[in-house]
């Protein structure tokens, strides 16, 4: 069974760090882009980054660029989102997804304020 | 900066068969940008109905259909059910190598 699990959400400071892991079971990561979306409480859906399958490629929303990394370590089979200079707007639910397979995470909830 | 279009609501009745659209607020969406639809109910994470334009995720029935239809990307509905009832997410690839959602579709079957 396919399954992405999203870990290491919390309650962080504006100005802070976190990092957010998504690991894969079913299916090897290393054949798949992969992306992390977002919805903030309330609202929709929001794309915020996505890596292609062997780590040499990414691109980044607007709202995210420069404070963002998304990362992977296909031999662990697992996503990372690393987020710095965190601010009250990223408050969200982030998921991973595959796109292609049409994989969802649970979500794990940022929750930045002071 | 592009606008991914969706109706902000639809109604369909029970049995019924619906068409949502996601387009673009300049241009025309096209198979290369590989539109997929995701479903989402309040408080759940969402589901992928269709990825690639028209293919169906695993377990999703084949009342669900995606296309395109003029220059728009689509999702057809046959035979609403009560559990259809949810919001309906569009995401579209675009040239700057980005993926944008639309605002989404909150569908009522009633």
């Known amino acids: 069974e396919v399954q992405l699990v999203e870990s290491g959400g919390g309650l962080v400071q504006p100005g802070g760090s976190l990092r957010l892991s998504c690991a894969a079971s079913g299916f090897s990561l290393s054949g798949y882009y992969m992306h992390w979306v977002r919805q903030a409480p309330g609202k929709g859906l929001v794309w915020v980054s996505r890596?292609?399958?062997?780590?040499?490629?990414?691109n980044y929303a607007d709202s995210v660029k420069g404070r963002f990394t998304i990362s992977r370590d296909n031999a662990k089979n697992t996503l990372y989102l690393h987020m710095n200079s965190l601010r009250a707007e990223d408050t969200a639910v982030y998921y991973c997804?595959?796109?292609?397979?049409?994989?969802w995470g649970q979500g794990t909830l940022v929750t930045v304020s002071s | 900066q592009t606008v991914v279009t969706q109706e902000p609501s639809f109604s369909v009745s029970p049995g019924g068969t619906v068409t949502l659209t996601c387009g673009l607020s300049?241009?025309?969406?096209?198979?290369?940008?590989?539109p997929s639809w995701h479903q989402q109910t309040p408080g759940q994470a969402p589901r992928t109905l269709i990825y690639s334009t028209n293919t169906r995720s695993s377990g999703v029935p084949d009342r669900f259909s995606g296309s395109i239809l003029g220059n728009k990307a689509a999702l057809t509905i046959t035979g609403a059910q009560a559990d259809d009832e949810s919001d309906y997410y569009c995401?579209?690839?675009?040239?700057?190598?980005?993926?944008?959602f639309g605002g989404g579709t909150k569908l009522t079957v009633l």
């Open positions: 300049s241009g025309s969406v096209s198979t290369s940008n590989y």
């Open positions: 890596i292609n399958s062997d780590g040499s490629s990414t």
């Open positions: 997804l595959r796109i292609n397979g049409g994989d």
């Open positions: 995401v579209l690839f675009m040239s700057t190598g980005r993926w944008v």
